[in-house]
């Protein structure tokens, strides 16, 4: 199985500085059709997960132009460019390129200073 | 608008079974291949399974196989998943979200006790 790490697992983060969020894979996530599914997921308090950014740098209808992920291979990274109030929350990465299983990361739970 | 609507979990003895079912409405159903995801109490997300979009072709998590079974009602419009020998480990929310992840229900909780 692929494994997800992240880090940190837990970012405090002053209002309007930026953060970032690693989420390093077990092998490379680039598919033999030649994408990479690599997904971005928040989850706000109480709340379902939300869908951020998909392969790996593409954002979601609706999400702040703050929120942007990068990276490639083994190796992605989400950035928030400020934090506001309402990013709290727990973000999760997910592999979608060697299934079964889909396989998450930890969770990094992002609070504000 | 998608929505997506988890109904069926509750409290549950070990051994037991119960089933989920997720109402879709908004979108096209059988267009979508879809997955129901957990989440125990306090912890992080764990993917279960996932349904193609014929109906018939079926993945698990390995934590879950031969315990659980993941089916689709296209004319119903509707996600199901039977839960069979229970155990308390199987204690979560559970979310069905529609691939590739981007709309989820507001998840169903269901608890197993010993």
């Known amino acids: 199985d692929v494994v997800m790490t992240q880090s940190p697992l837990s970012l405090p983060v002053t209002l309007g500085q930026p953060a970032s969020i690693s989420c390093r894979s077990s092998?490379?996530?680039?598919?033999?059709?030649?994408?990479?599914?690599l997904i971005w997921f928040q989850q706000r308090p109480g709340q379902s997960p939300r869908r951020l950014i998909y392969?790996?740098?593409y954002r979601d209808s609706g999400v702040p132009d703050r929120f942007s992920g990068s990276g490639s291979g083994t190796d992605f990274t989400l950035k928030i460019s400020r934090v506001e109030a309402e990013d709290v929350g727990v973000y999760y990465c997910?592999?979608?390129?060697?299934?079964?299983?889909?396989?998450f990361g930890q969770g990094t739970k992002l609070e504000i200073k | 608008e998608v929505q997506l609507v988890e109904s069926g979990g509750g409290l549950v003895q070990t051994g037991g079974s119960l089933r989920l079912s997720c109402a879709a409405s908004g979108f096209t159903f059988s267009d979508y291949r879809l997955h129901w995801v957990r989440q125990a109490p306090g912890k992080g997300l764990e993917w279960v399974s996932v349904?193609?979009?014929?109906?018939?072709?079926?993945t698990y998590a390995d934590s879950v196989k031969g315990r659980f079974t993941i089916s689709r009602d296209n004319a119903k419009n509707t996600l199901y998943l039977q839960m069979n020998s229970l155990r308390v480990e199987d204690t979560a929310v559970y979310y069905c979200?529609?691939?590739?992840?981007?709309?989820w229900g507001q998840g169903t909780l269901v608890t197993v006790s010993s």
């Open positions: 092998q490379s996530l680039v598919h033999s059709d030649g994408n990479t599914y």
């Open positions: 392969s790996v740098s």
């Open positions: 349904i193609e979009r014929d109906v018939t072709t079926t």
């Open positions: 979200a529609r691939d590739p992840g981007d709309y």
């Open positions: 997910l592999q979608g390129t060697h299934w079964p299983p889909y396989t």
